[in-house]
């Protein structure tokens, strides 16, 4: 793991990248979610903000979605408590200014439209208190995962939108960078099936994969299987911004 301490700027990469562990392990350590009002922008299925609503009880969560069949399936499974789902996306947030603690983007930055990411920034500031943290991880274009990955869905161009808009957030003093943090995530699948069902059949997007892409997707998956599937590494990086103060 690398923190901002050692970049001189905010890196779209980093070329030492040594640690595998799961996320949580990043923003339990980065961020004070007890008693924190949360936002989360593009839950999808709230992974994570359900992990987060079980472990800090104390914690009021509003997870969002703008895809409306994962948002009517995230209304329909049990709700914790503290927490509650919502369909509106990041270019228009219904929520006070200075209302929330702390706003989570798991991979969700690079599906906003490109024309409105410099927005959808402008609104995070705007809903964060005055020294509130904005948690947005995004995947990195490098990779095994990614290679299999672009050959049906590539990425390259918004995930670079997302960094420079990242990048420009900070530039025109919306936030200070406070932690760059890249490292791997372990990723593992069954068999082709089980890659197929979690990349071919989303709700949030039209895959249209020829017969060509679908083969040559399978040839790659294949030259990495073993005996228990196949085990990949997705490569990450979280930039922990903060709301200046005054």
Do not use: W
Request: aromatic share 6%; proline share 5%.
């Amino acid at each position: 793991m690398t923190s901002s301490a050692t970049l001189p700027r905010m890196q779209l990469d980093h070329p030492q990248v040594t640690r595998t562990c799961v996320e949580r392990e990043i923003y339990e350590r980065l961020l004070a979610l007890d008693g924190a009002t949360i936002l989360e922008l593009g839950c999808g299925k709230a992974d994570h903000t359900r992990r987060i609503a079980a472990t800090h009880p104390t914690a009021t969560i509003v997870a969002t979605e703008v895809d409306r069949l994962q948002h009517e399936a995230n209304l329909a499974a049990d709700v914790p408590a503290n927490m509650t789902f919502a369909d509106f996306g990041g270019e228009s947030i219904p929520l006070p200014g200075d209302s929330v603690d702390v706003v989570l983007m798991f991979k969700s930055l690079h599906h906003v439209p490109t024309a409105s990411l410099d927005d959808a920034l402008d609104e995070v500031a705007r809903v964060l208190r005055p020294g509130g943290q904005a948690y947005i991880s995004e995947p990195i274009f490098a990779g095994v995962h990614n290679e299999m990955i672009r050959i049906f869905n590539d990425e390259e161009m918004v995930r670079q939108a997302a960094f420079d808009a990242l990048r420009r957030a900070v530039d025109r003093g919306l936030f200070e960078l406070e932690h760059e943090v890249f490292f791997l995530v372990p990723v593992k699948y069954r068999d082709f099936a089980d890659f197929s069902a979690r990349h071919f059949d989303v709700t949030h997007s039209v895959r249209r994969l020829s017969q060509a892409q679908r083969e040559a997707v399978e040839r790659l998956f294949d030259s990495h299987r073993g005996p228990d599937g196949v085990s990949l590494t997705q490569r990450m990086r979280v930039d922990l911004l903060r709301k200046p103060q005054g």
